[in-house]
């Protein structure tokens, strides 16, 4: 997520301070990408030294309110109309740390893989849990980052199925895990299983 671009989007609500800001990115985001105080205003200063905001006179209670400019407006405009590359993200340490492990004498790699299913499961349980925890249309923001989050997870037990059926592959004698059942096409076995776990 850029910070940048998200103080961006909430100034163009309207005139904010730095805690203001806080509570607003991670109402929008479900808190599902905390935001500490120090990232704010480290963000804002370089907003303001490239013409992208500018401070407004301190309250009473000695806030400096911030205010989205033209400039600001048309870059966030930019980025909004601009796709996301895949060489803009980060870099997928999980794929790094099995290929690395694979390489490194006495790694067991399939304990690593197993390790990183099973954390995967919890986090997509709990992700899944959340989904279900409120329907109000104001929470629809956060829900589609939980639907993102929820599909990013689905699809990494999914590769890491793949990996274990390839260091089968790999090694003749040991059997292989089970595959698909017919007509999972459309929820792999750990979404089926998240979601009848949430609705428990």
Known sequence: MS?????LALLERGQ???YQLRAAFEESTGSTW????GQVYTTLSRLERDGLVRPLPESE???RPYEITDAGRADLALWFATPISRTDRPRDELAIKLALALTTPGVDVRSVVQAQRSATMRALQELTRLKYGSNRPEDLPWR???DSMVFQAEA???WLDHCETSLVR???????????RAGDADMSDAARWADEEARR
């Open 16 to 18: 904010m301070y730095g």
């Open 3 to 7: 910070i940048r671009h998200g103080l």
């Open 34 to 37: 905390p935001l500490n105080i």
């Open 170 to 180: 790999h090694q003749p004698g040991t059997p292989a895990p089970p595959m698909p």
């Open 144 to 146: 589609l980052v939980l």
């Open 156 to 158: 990494e037990v999914r």
């Open 61 to 63: 209670a000695g806030q």
